[in-house]
């Protein structure tokens, strides 16, 4: 199986700061088509996950230009260029490359 | 728009038999695929497997495997996911989500709560 390792696990945020996390897969997630199968969600306390950024790099539809995901292979980061008080929650990576399907243990994001 | 909407809280006993539903609507049933994951309380998120939408396949992860099978009725636009033989461990919520074609899960639904005790 894939393991997905995050980092920080715990993350305090001054509003109006950047933010970022990081994902390590232990095997590369680029796919021969030259897709990263490595997407990012947010749960907010009390919800269902929801869809911030899929192949790596790509926003999901109503996703706030704030947030940004990069990397490739086994690297990956999800930053948030200013953080608002509506950004906490627990942030997950998943690799979509292998069955199973692997999350990362989850990133808690809080507001200083 | 697209919904997922699943059932109802289930209380069971060790040793019993659970099954959600996850009723999908505002899309085309069989253009998508089911995927199951569970939240243990306090917990992350863990994969359970999926069942494809435009034929009979399904992948499980191994943890799971031996107990719990996807089926789906596509006139009710509707997936089920059955788990067997509970503990206490499987104490969890289980969610449904719409596999899409980058294999990510775009919608997502509110969670059934499956608490296993006697």
């Known amino acids: 199986d894939i393991v997905m390792t995050q980092s920080p696990l715990f993350l305090p945020v001054t509003p109006g700061e950047p933010a970022s996390i990081s994902c390590r897969s232990s095997q590369s997630l680029l796919h021969s088509n030259g897709n990263n199968y490595l997407h990012w969600y947010r749960q907010k306390a009390g919800q269902s996950p929801q869809l911030l950024i899929y192949?790596?790099?790509n926003r999901a539809s109503g996703v706030p230009d704030r947030f940004s995901g990069s990397g490739s292979g086994t690297d990956f980061t999800l930053r948030i260029s200013r953080v608002e008080a509506e950004d906490v929650g627990v942030y997950y990576c998943m690799q979509a490359l292998q069955v199973p399907w692997m999350f990362g243990q989850g990133t808690k994001v809080e507001i200083k | 728009q697209v919904h997922l909407v699943q059932s109802g809280a289930e209380v069971r006993e060790p040793g019993a038999s659970v099954k959600v539903s996850c009723k999908a609507s505002?899309?085309?049933?069989?253009?998508?695929?089911i995927h199951w994951v569970r939240q243990a309380p306090g917990q992350g998120l863990e994969w359970v497997g999926w069942?494809?939408?435009?034929?009979?396949?399904?992948k499980y992860s191994r943890k799971f495997r031996s107990r719990v099978t996807f089926t789906r009725d596509v006139s009710a636009g509707t997936a089920y996911m059955e788990l067997r033989s509970l503990r206490s461990e499987d104490t969890a919520v289980f969610y449904c989500?719409?596999?899409?074609?980058?294999?990510?899960?775009?919608?997502w639904g509110q969670g059934t709560l499956v608490t296993v005790s006697s």
């Open positions: 069942i494809a939408g435009d034929i009979e396949d399904t």
């Open positions: 192949m790596g790099s």
């Open positions: 505002g899309y085309a049933f069989t253009a998508y695929a």
């Open positions: 989500a719409r596999g899409t074609g980058g294999l990510d899960f775009d919608y």
